[in-house]
């Protein structure tokens, strides 16, 4: 089956405390990207990868960290998390070139930092 | 980066009306212009898309009107049902590296 795999779905931490949120794709996909979800702010874009070792940031990338060492795997790391932080996670990827625009999304990773 | 502006932030409808949510961008380089829908515990989901280059598509009980000299397009929901009850995003591209902008999202609900 096609799809977008995080890990983990759910994860309470305490400020500082360094994290990973794994993203796993199986469709071969050239870019990555991810979101935050919070309410009443829609999705947010954190970074996004059209490549390995291509990356950039989105429109929120400060306190995250991410690479793309593999095609199927692009993590995003929270090297100092903060309560800021607390939001819903969203992982996708899609074809990168004309007419390829259309993303799947993992589940979603609730992270809470206290 | 450019915005979306997507109302309203949540529509209350009764089973079998008609669900309208809009949204309106600045960029005219935007030329995809697709519509997700989340439900609950799950990740948003491709629902229906559209360019430029037509006004209306239609896929089953879904519409997007698009409106290219106003900026605006919207999403129709004709005979809602209760199973459409989801948040729904709709989104642009320009087709540039940063892939979509997303609206702010509309918590959809049909009341049986």
């Known amino acids: 089956e096609a799809q977008v795999t995080q890990n983990p779905r759910y994860l309470i931490t305490v400020t500082g405390k360094k994290l990973t949120v794994t993203c796993s794709q199986n469709m071969n996909h050239e870019y990555m990207s991810w979101y935050r979800q919070d309410p009443g702010l829609g999705l947010r874009q954190i970074y996004y990868?059209?490549?390995?070792?291509v990356t950039d940031k989105g429109d929120v990338p400060e306190g995250y960290k991410v690479s793309r060492k593999e095609k199927r795997n692009f993590p995003l790391i929270l090297e100092s998390p903060s309560p800021n932080q607390t939001s819903l996670y969203f992982c996708?990827?899609?074809?990168w070139g004309p007419g390829a625009n259309v993303l799947t999304f993992g589940a979603g990773s609730r992270l809470t930092v206290l | 980066q450019q915005q979306v502006k997507q109302s309203p932030q949540s529509l209350i409808v009764q089973k079998g009306g008609i669900s309208i949510i809009n949204c309106a961008y600045e960029n005219t380089a935007f030329d995809y212009f697709p519509w997700y829908q989340q439900f609950p515990g799950k990740g948003p989901a491709l629902l229906i898309a559209i360019r430029p280059d037509v006004s209306e598509k239609k896929e089953g009980r879904f519409t997007i009107s698009f409106n290219k000299s106003a900026k605006q397009f919207s999403l129709h929901i004709m005979d809602s049902q209760p199973g459409d009850s989801a948040t729904y995003f709709c989104?642009?591209?320009?087709?540039?590296?940063?892939?979509?902008?997303f609206g702010k999202g509309t918590h959809l609900i049909i009341q049986p």
């Open positions: 990868s059209m490549n390995v070792e």
């Open positions: 989104a642009a591209s320009g087709g540039g590296a940063d892939g979509l902008t």
């Open positions: 996708a990827s899609s074809f």
